[in-house]
C-alpha cells in the first residue's frame, strides 16, 4: 500500500511562485516513478510532470520553462517547483505513482492563481 500526501498548495499572484511537495508513505519511493497532474474546474486531470527514478524528466508544454519537478529520495518526497505562475495555472495539483500495476493518488492540493 502507497500513501501520497501533497501539501504546498495555496493562493498565489500572477508572477508567483510556489513550491509542492509529494511525500510518499513505505519503503519503495526510490524505486517509482513520480508525477504531478492538476484538474481545472470542468477539465480533464492533466499530466504537468513526471520524473523518473533515475531523475529523467517529462514537463508538459504549457509549463515547460516554468515549471520544475524533481525528487528527493532520502525524504521520499518529489517537488514542482511552479514559477512565474498565471491564473491558468488554478487548479487542484496531484501526486500519482505506480506500484505493482496499481496506480496511487493523493488527495490532491489547490492551487489558485489571483490578484
Known amino acids: 500500500q502507497v500513501q501520497l500526501v501533497e501539501s504546498g498548495g495555496g493562493l498565489v499572484q500572477p508572477g508567483g511562485s510556489r513550491r509542492l511537495s509529494c511525500t510518499s508513505s513505505?519503503?519503495?519511493?526510490?524505486?517509482?516513478?513520480m508525477a504531478w497532474y492538476r484538474q481545472a474546474p470542468g477539465k480533464l486531470r492533466d499530466l504537468v510532470a513526471l520524473?523518473?527514478?533515475?531523475?529523467?524528466?517529462t514537463i508538459a508544454d504549457s509549463v515547460k520553462g516554468r515549471f520544475i519537478i524533481s525528487r528527493d529520495n532520502t525524504k521520499s518526497t518529489v517537488y514542482l517547483q511552479m514559477n512565474s505562475l498565471k491564473p491558468e495555472d488554478t487548479a487542484v495539483y496531484f501526486c500519482?505513482?505506480?506500484?505493482?500495476?496499481?496506480?496511487?493518488w493523493g488527495q490532491g492540493t489547490q492551487v489558485t492563481v489571483s490578484s
Open positions: 500519482q505513482t505506480h506500484w505493482n500495476g496499481k496506480a496511487y
Open positions: 520524473i523518473t527514478t533515475t531523475e529523467a524528466t
Open positions: 513505505g519503503s519503495i519511493f526510490s524505486a517509482t516513478h
